[in-house]
């Protein structure tokens, strides 16, 4: 892996630090609630003895006790009066449900919905029945078919029985059981329409009429069949009363009411007395507060319990029996919901419960703002890390690259070892790998220089006693005895004087390795023509080495090119002469004759054996050699390459070695630059 990736990884561990502090923001989240839930409990057991100190108040409560075994029923509050026309085109938008009436028969089914604005009662009542009967006046004076009957008690405690029937679609007749005589009640008004499987009626009355009590009952009678009664209450004596809420309990708890705060006193049998104030994301009848943004990442960051579906109390009446806890958080649309509940005490009894609602808006607001400040930093952190560490990795990983490649080409084409890297004066770990490099290469170079200075070194140390070996070896031959005494004798000074020659030849080589590095200075160059001295010398090598040797020039228009001739042959003697070593007896040697725009190329190609690749760039070198051992290449010390290189080096031309692209031989290669006549 390299480096930069190593370090942006490494970048990646600063995403702990978002992490972290999102662990500590939900932590903080969990404490500012719990301390939510204290506040709140605090206020409201304030008011739970305020309202138990109240003499009204109590008094209030024990008037809304419903008798044992009978469902009172409850009048919702109404932002607007509806219409009393029969059509229920106002109460299929309320949203509190109807209220089931009795058991449901078979074949007859009623719901009844209670309202209230002002000073009215309204109801309106859905029943669903097959076989429909409206009031014949000739067989009954007050509900001859299917009628309602409705049992009030007034603020006097006088109790008072109504029925409501028609007889056609339109306003129905209210008629009041006085004694043994029925009445028209004009203060009640009712309308009795069709629907689809049965009929619904709409209805309004005073709230005195029926402020201390009301039941509603569904008669349903049909000739020849038995009736069918549906009642909003199982006891058909005790009348329960009408809960609602009341206005001087909702301007008592207005005064507790604060921002974001809702307040509500529930009866003892829970049942909603007071509503006063409202939190934000209540659901009412005006437009919702516009939910916070990206509220599903909000949720997934900060993992919340599962809670509960905040229900309105207003919309249901009353508080289920099933809820008991005193604290409780609720969930709804995008916030929380706390919920605080505390009994009313008068002595021993509860006289009714106080609810504190808030929600969690605020808080969850303000933590919002501060996630998306903390994730704003987070990503810009993050950002600068990895683009500041990428960079740093970036710069690394250049200056690495560059030292990689100053070593590589520390050791030029010619043999000279450059010692010099970059940043070797840097005091980093990197300036301390440099400078190991450039000790290593200079000793790396001065080996070079002494091995490429010992050819000519050892050529003149071992002149003299080679020479004094080689008088001795003659002086021995004078004195020894003829072989055919001494056959063993004459063996051994033959071996001697063949090894002495072997020695001397090499020395011989040598030195004119060396000659020719100290001639190079006095060499003259004259114009030469390139082509025709080639024409003339691959005659010459092809008598001289017993094989065809080939030539094949690109351009005839001429070579004229200002060189030193000798030292030209002697080049190309060198070249022919390695290609004619490494050619086998069936292979092909050919000379090549081209220009470029601003060279003269010159290349020797043969069949055969192929370059190693490590040796293509050393094979220049002073006695570097890839001969293989044998008795006949023992004589070869790797001088031969090395004097091409200087005489064209002389040239100011550059020559190489390669394999073919084939792979079926080798090519040296000399490119001389052309100079103008």
């Known amino acids: ?131 429909v009967h409206y009031h014949n006046p000739a067989l009954d004076a007050v509900a001859s078919g299917d009628h309602l009957v409705m049992r009030t008690r007034n603020v006097r405690g006088e109790q008072h029985q109504y029925f409501i029937s028609a007889s056609a679609p339109g306003r129905a007749q209210v008629y009041r059981w006085a004694g043994q005589q029925v009445q028209l009640e004009h203060r009640i008004v009712a309308h009795w329409q069709e629907r689809v499987g049965g009929y619904q009626l709409e209805f309004q009355l005073p709230v005195a009429m029926a402020q201390e009590g009301l039941s509603v009952t569904v008669v349903s009678q049909s000739p020849g069949a038995a009736v069918v009664r549906l009642s909003s209450s199982a006891n058909a004596i005790a009348l329960p009363p009408v809960m609602r809420q009341h206005p001087d309990l909702n301007g008592l708890l207005a005064v507790f009411a604060e921002a974001d705060q809702r307040w509500m006193v529930l009866s003892p049998q829970r049942w909603l007395l007071a509503d006063a104030g409202s939190f934000a994301g209540q659901p009412s009848d005006y437009p919702a507060p516009a939910a916070m943004p990206y509220a599903w990442l909000w949720r997934i960051l900060l993992a919340r319990p599962v809670l509960p579906q905040w229900r309105d109390l207003a919309v249901a009446g009353f508080l289920p029996a099933t809820d008991t806890a005193q604290q409780q958080w609720y969930y709804t649309r995008d916030t929380w919901v706390a919920q605080v509940r505390l009994p009313i005490y008068a002595g021993n009894d509860i006289a009714g419960y106080v609810v504190l609602e808030q929600s969690a808006q605020a808080q969850d607001e303000g933590t919002q703002q501060a996630l998306w400040r903390l994730l704003l930093y987070s990503l810009l952190t993050v950002l600068v890390l990895g683009f500041g560490l990428l960079g740093y990795a970036s710069w690394l990983s250049w200056r690495v690259r560059r030292l990689a490649r100053a070593a590589e080409q520390a050791l030029g084409e010619r043999g000279v070892v450059s010692h010099d890297l970059p940043d070797n004066t840097r005091a980093d770990e990197l300036g301390d790998l440099s400078r190991s490099f450039s000790r290593v290469l200079q000793r790396l170079g001065d080996y070079t220089d002494y091995l490429q200075t010992l050819s000519s070194k050892l050529s003149h140390e071992l002149r003299t006693p080679l020479a004094v070996v080689k008088s001795s070896l003659d002086n021995v031959k004078s004195e020894l005895p003829s072989a055919a005494e001494s056959p063993n004798l004459a063996i051994y000074h033959q071996r001697a004087q063949a090894g002495a020659d ?26 030469v023509a390139v082509d025709d001295l080639l024409t003339d010398l691959v005659r010459a090598y092809s008598d001289s080495f017993g094989r065809k040797i080939s030539l094949h020039i690109e351009d005839s228009a001429g070579y004229q090119m200002l060189l030193a001739p000798e030292l030209l042959v002697q080049m190309l003697d060198k070249l022919v002469e390695n290609a ?97 006549a």
Request: with cysteine.
């Open 1 to 131: 892996m390299r480096l930069r990736h190593q370090l942006i990884l490494l970048a990646a561990l600063t995403l702990v630090l978002p992490w972290a502090a999102l662990q500590y923001i939900s932590e903080m989240q969990s404490t500012l609630r719990d301390g939510q839930l204290r506040a709140m409990t605090a206020s409201a057991r304030a008011v739970a003895k305020l309202l138990a100190s109240d003499g009204e108040y109590l008094a209030l409560t024990s008037r809304h006790l419903a008798p044992a075994g009978s469902q009172p029923l409850y009048a919702h509050p109404l932002p607007a009066a509806p219409i009393v026309d029969g059509y229920d085109d106002e109460w299929r938008y309320y949203p509190f449900s109807p209220r089931t009436l009795g058991k449901p028969d078979a074949s007859v089914q009623g719901t009844v919905q209670l309202a209230e604005f002002g000073s009215q009662l309204y109801g309106f009542v859905r029943v669903t029945d097959r076989d």
């Open 580 to 676: 004619v070593d490494f050619c086998p007896a069936s292979g092909c040697i050919l000379l090549t004759l081209g220009r470029s725009e601003h060279h003269v190329i010159l290349q020797v190609s043969n069949d055969g054996s192929l370059l190693p690749e490590a040796m293509q760039h050393q094979l220049f070198d002073s006695l570097v050699s890839i001969r293989p051992r044998t008795a006949q290449s023992s004589s070869h010390l790797g001088l031969g390459l090395h004097i091409v290189r200087l005489i064209v080096d002389f040239h100011n031309g550059r020559v190489s070695a390669a394999n073919r692209a084939d792979g079926s031989g080798v090519v040296f290669t000399v490119r001389l630059p052309i100079t103008d």
């Open 502 to 527: 072997r020695l001397s030849g090499i020395l011989n080589a040598m030195s004119a390795a060396t000659h020719l590095e100290a001639s190079l200075a006095q060499a003259d160059k004259e114009w």
